[in-house]
């Protein structure tokens, strides 16, 4: 995926944060916006500056751990925007102690949240962008899911998962001669970056193709 402007951008975990960055970045490059993520107040502040500058966005309140939500963010995208071409699968949890000391809720939330809700973005979203190419033989398309680190125990295994489920779906996506490619981001190894500097790193490496952002 090479050109973004007039492109459709839908990005979770979007209120705050990298979320925030990859958004800011998606307006810069005139690309339309589709914002998700779980905390409505910060998620309205972020969509009222983006609009503020000019962007054209689609805001909604989703919880990722749940298959319906995702769908209705597809669904959403799909109504108002006619198509999806880059899909930024960024809503982590985060929690610290070690892999005993965490509860099960602990466990499950970050697992649901990181891991669930990088599947889910995968499953539903592929076949729509699927179908995209099918009705435009220009399409290209991108998926980048983000493996954080900021934690341990469950987020490090949730991390492991994320960059197994993009190295996996970058192989079927090639295999099947998708015109849609995918990157796993890895924030905490792009080493000592601020996020705005690592949404637009991002930004470079979904043009080239890269697999791992690092």
Not at 32 to 53: H, I, M, N
């Amino acid at each position: 995926m090479k050109d973004f402007a007039g492109r459709v951008a839908v990005i979770t975990g979007a209120a705050a944060g990298l979320g925030r960055e990859f958004a800011n970045t998606a307006a810069s490059l005139r690309m339309k916006l589709v914002l998700a993520d779980l905390d409505a107040d910060a998620l309205e502040r972020t969509t009222d500056e983006l609009l503020s500058a000019g962007a054209d966005v689609l805001a909604m309140v989703c919880d990722v751990r749940k298959c319906s939500h995702v769908e209705e963010l597809a669904d959403a995208a799909m109504i108002r925007f006619h198509g999806v071409h880059l899909l930024v699968n960024n809503d982590c949890a985060q929690v610290d102690g070690l892999s005993w000391e965490l509860s099960e809720a602990d466990w499950e939330r970050v697992l649901d949240t990181n891991l669930w809700g990088a599947i889910h973005g995968v499953r539903i979203f592929v076949p729509l962008m699927l179908d995209c190419a099918r009705r435009d033989p220009g399409y290209r398309g991108h998926i980048v899911n983000t493996a954080s680190m900021a934690g341990q125990g469950a987020v490090k295994v949730a991390r492991q998962a994320v960059l197994a489920l993009s190295e996996t779906l970058h192989q079927d996506l090639l295999e099947t001669g998708a015109p849609i490619a995918a990157s796993v981001l890895c924030p905490e190894e792009v080493g000592g970056r601020g996020d705005a500097e690592i949404a637009r790193l991002a930004f470079e490496a979904i043009r080239a193709g890269t697999l791992h952002i690092r």
